[in-house]
């Protein structure tokens, strides 16, 4: 993997989020709390895309099938032991860098 500059520093605003594609991947970024986390943008229970779907009170909830996942863990509200694909996030230069 490799560190890419994805976004502003102050992008998404809080309490939202917000897709960045790069040549292998789609990733779903969001902000909560003053944190930025980064995920995959797909849901583990059918592929859907997390970034269809909605980001509120702190969880991506999935466009397919309402699956909500916790953005400060990217696990699954109903079952913590499903995840999301996490991927590392820093502040740098004034840019949202994702290890992708």
Do not use: Y
């Not at 309402?66 to 502040?91: H, M, Q, S, Y």
């Amino acid at each position: 993997m490799a560190w890419k500059p994805v976004l502003g520093e102050d992008e998404p605003a809080e309490g939202a989020m917000a897709v960045v594609e790069t040549a292998d991947l789609r990733i779903v970024v969001c902000r909560h709390r003053g944190a930025v986390h980064a995920f995959e943008d797909r849901c583990p229970h059918a592929g859907g895309p997390l970034s269809g779907g909605n980001f509120t009170e702190g969880r991506l909830i999935c466009p397919w099938h309402a699956w909500e996942f916790l953005c400060e863990t990217g696990a699954w509200d109903a079952n913590p032991a499903v995840t999301l694909r996490r991927l590392p996030v820093k502040i740098e230069q004034g840019r949202i860098w994702v290890d992708a």
